[in-house]
Structures are given as structure tokens and as C-alpha cells.
């Protein structure tokens, strides 16, 4: 007997005969002669109704198993369904009680908050909320490989274990073996496992350059870790980047791919999750699918930070942070700026060089780099690139500027030796999209299990 999932059997138009189910009870409801049960798979957002009749062998022994909770395995014909709301239904003939759920189980049928749902993160993704999160993430991430393997771009692995702070912030997790007073000792570092200090990435961009250096177009996909002690709903010390390196490739260049690549992951969600969308467009942000389609559908607006500062001390509007030529744009600026300036997408770029890492190219006017970031409806930032700088000499003045060795970058500054060319990447936090893409608002609710301050559970 054909097993199938619950999305194929609501989805089939054709007579599908008997099937066999497997999944977990959501509700029960009991008339006379039989019951009603309510049976998710996790394969859709639907559940399949399963008409259990009290004449089958085993039916009173079952019934007082048949909890909310507990997994089945049930075979049967599918049916056209005489209920509102659901095309198809199965006329059981068979039901196995596979394992049991007692009625503490916690996930019973009303709404319960975000907050709770946190405090039992292996479970939430049973929910409706948290499955279509979850489902959505999957398609993304799939649709992320597929955006750069249909361009010929090779996938890289780049360690999680690094000596080199791609971001010069310093926020990093340190790795070691050695134990207490052992750790501050004298030449410690030396007698360490790798024998110097290692640290858990913030981005596998460094490594990535060198591999763009020889495969032209590269992308990574994997952890990063930032020991920032933020408890904001933006902040994860965990969380998933794409990072792309293009050589051969300017600002420009850059540009383009980071866009293209944003609308078109819109519009596979739109094409592919449009049920899970739906159900976030209801239940968690009324705006949600007109937002996606305005991204997906309108060119992105290109404006200089010099540009967007003037825009913004033109606006009339008091922002919480002062907008000051030198300074990071905040949040609220960003949102200004694509919500009510562009009303669409917006991409940010030549960035003031004192507020950027050491390895963005310097622009010509000594006061500027190479850099972008593109901004969105909703969110603010998604992304952030630039140019790097493939000029030996300027680059180990920057590094001087920044207070960086040499010593410690000499295979960095090699790809600048031999054979250098222009190239350029980006970023593209994965959570951060997909909190674009459903519209859930805090990033630990779109990370199976998130890690914060004073939190790493499960």
C-alpha cells in the first residue's frame, strides 16, 4: 500500500484509492458511531481528516489513546470530503497508535504566545505558526543554492574555526582546551590545541576571497558567531550567512547579483510557499504578501550615504538617533528611506571609510569605499557588500589604520600578490531574510533553536 504525504494527498485531482498515513493527532471529535481525527504530517500547513468508524477492530481500545499529540498510522480510502473547508477525507480501515501522548502534553488546541513557545522549542515546531516558518526556511535555503548553481558559482566550505576577525569588531568566541589559570598562564597561546588563539568565525568571507581568486564566482553558506552580548529581537550569537564572492567583479557588479538575488528568492516563496504565506499574511502581518510582491516586482532604487544623509536632514521627521554624516545609518533611517522615501526597495552605497572594515576599496576621494547596502520595506538593511580592495598597498595601509598585522593576514595579502583583479561579495544574513519573508518580527523565532545571552538550551 502507497505511503504519501498529507500535501500530496490534498493537492492529488485524481482518485488516489487506499493509502497509508503517518503523522500526529491535532484534535479528536467523537459522534455516536464514530471520530472525527484531525491528522498533521508536517508536510503542509492542512491537516488531513481521518473518519474513524467504531466498528473496526480495536476502536475502544484505541479511543482513549487518541490524544492530541499522539502519532498514528492510519490506512484508508481517500474520499471526496462533505465538510466545509476540506476537499478530501479518509474512510479509515486500519489505525496503529504508534506513540502515545498523555493530556499534559503542551501543545494543546488554543493559541499559546512566542514567548512560551520559546520555553519548548523542541516541540513549537509542531505548531502552525512555527511549521510554516520552518517550511518556508527549507525553501529558501534550497532556493539559495539553486540562485548560485544555475550562475555556475561553486559552493565553498569555509571553517568554523578561524585565527583571522574578518570584521575587526572583536566580538568573538574564543576556542580552546586549556582550563583555568592554565588559560592566562605565560605563552599559553603556544600550548594551546592549535598553538595560537582561535576563535569561532563571524563570516567566511576571507577564505572565500581566495577561492573566488581561483574559481571566479564562489558562495558560502554556513554558522556564524558573534559574542555580542544584544538581547534585541535582530541578535542572535548564532545564525546562518550567504556570503558570495564574485571576481573580476565591481560595485556595480555586486549590486547586481545581491538585488536580483533578493527579488528572486521573493518571488520562488510566493511561487512555492504560498499557503505557509498566506497563513503568515493573516496571523502574523496583515501587509506581509503586498510588501513581498512590491520587493519582488519594483527595481531597486540606487542612492550614495551622502545622497541618503541629505535626504533624511531634509525629511522634516525627528529620529530617535541624530543623522550625522560619518555616522552608521540606524535602523529607523534605513526604514525611512525605503518605506516612505523610495516606498520600495532601496540600495545604499559608497559608504564613509572610518565607519567600514579594513578590506573595503578605498574610493578616490579619500573620504569613501566601495561599499553597499540594500535595504527593504519592513526590515531596513538585508544585506550589506562592497567592493574589496585588491591594491596591495592600500589595503596594508588600512590594515596599519586599523591596527592589524600583517604577520597575521600574509596568505590575504598574498591574493593581492599574485595575480590580483577587482572583486567584490556581500552578505545576506539567512535569518534576517527569512523574518523578511514571513514577517515574524523577533529572530529567535525563525532559528530552530536560538542562541542568546544566558541561553543555549536544547
Known sequence: MQRMRIKEVLASETPLGEVRIQGWIRTRRDSKTFSFLEINDGSCLGCLQAVYDATLPGYAENLSLLLTGTSVEVTGEI????????????????????????????????????????????????????????????RLSYAIHRFFQERGFVHVHTPIITASDCEGAGEMFRVTTLEGAGFAAPGAESRDFFGKRAFLTVSGQLEGETFACAFSDIYTFGPTFRAENSNTARHAAEFWMIEPEMAFCDLTGDMEIAETLIQ???????????????????????????????????????????????????????????????????????????????KGPVTIFDYPAAIKPFYMRQNEDGRTVAAMDLLVPGIGEIIGGSQREERLDRLTAAMQAHGLSENDYWWYLDLRRYGTVAHAGFGLGFERLVMLVTGVENIRDVIPFPRTPRNADF
Not at 110 to 138: D, Q
Not at 272 to 286: I, K, Q, R, W, Y
Not at 290 to 303: C, N
Open 79 to 138: 474520499v471526496r470530503s462533505q465538510g466545509k473547508g476540506q476537499t478530501r477525507e479518509m474512510q479509515v480501515r486500519g489505525l496503529q497508535v504508534i506513540g502515545a501522548a498523555p493530556e499534559t502534553y503542551p501543545l494543546q488546541k488554543k493559541r499559546h504566545t512566542r514567548e512560551f513557545l520559546r520555553e519548548i522549542a523542541h516541540l513549537r515546531p509542531r505548531t502552525n505558526l512555527f511549521g510554516a516558518v520552518f517550511r518556508i526556511r527549507s
Open 264 to 342: 528572486e528568492l521573493i518571488r520562488d516563496a510566493l511561487e512555492h510557499c504560498a499557503e505557509d504565506l498566506a497563513f503568515c499574511g493573516e496571523f502574523v502581518d496583515p501587509g506581509l504578501l503586498d510588501r513581498l510582491r512590491l520587493i519582488a516586482e519594483q527595481p531597486f532604487a540606487r542612492i550614495s550615504y551622502t545622497d541618503a544623509v541629505g535626504i533624511l536632514l531634509g525629511s522634516g521627521k525627528t529620529f530617535e538617533y541624530p543623522v550625522v554624516w560619518g555616522h552608521h545609518l540606524q535602523t529607523e533611517h534605513e526604514r525611512y528611506l525605503s518605506e516612505e522615501h523610495a
